[in-house]
């Protein structure tokens, strides 16, 4: 089991910046790839971006290329997003999440995190 805790939500104004962590604890050494998703009001759970846990290769939705950085720590076994240039459509939950065989989906998920990006 490997249990995820995110923190760093909030709000904050258009154009304005972020940083979500993700701590994970538990099994961690089978940590093939973490990923951050996101999910609005209405709106179904998407893809924000993920990393490769020992390449540390990153790949990202095609809305925040360019904006959010996905980075980790691997001795604190930790995960973050930099958000920058935040718009009010990026508002949401976000979530982090954990695979442990790399291209087999997420097996393990944080409680979410509200970020809010006013106009």
């Known amino acids: 089991q490997v249990q995820l805790v995110e923190s760093g939500g909030g709000l904050v104004q258009a154009g304005g910046s972020l940083r979500l962590s993700c701590a994970a604890s538990g099994r961690t050494f089978g940590i093939a790839v973490m990923g951050w998703f996101r999910q609005a009001p209405g709106k179904e759970r998407e893809f924000v971006g993920n990393i490769n846990w020992s390449a540390g290769s990153t790949i990202y939705a095609e809305s925040v290329k360019g904006r959010f950085t996905i980075s980790r720590d691997n001795a604190k076994t930790t995960l973050y997003l930099q958000m920058n240039s935040l718009k009010p459509e990026d508002t949401g939950v976000y979530y982090c999440?954990?695979?442990?065989?790399?291209?087999?989906?997420?097996?393990?998920w944080g409680q979410g995190t509200q970020v809010t990006v006013s106009s």
């Open positions: 999440a954990v695979g442990v065989e790399t291209g087999s989906g997420y097996n393990y």
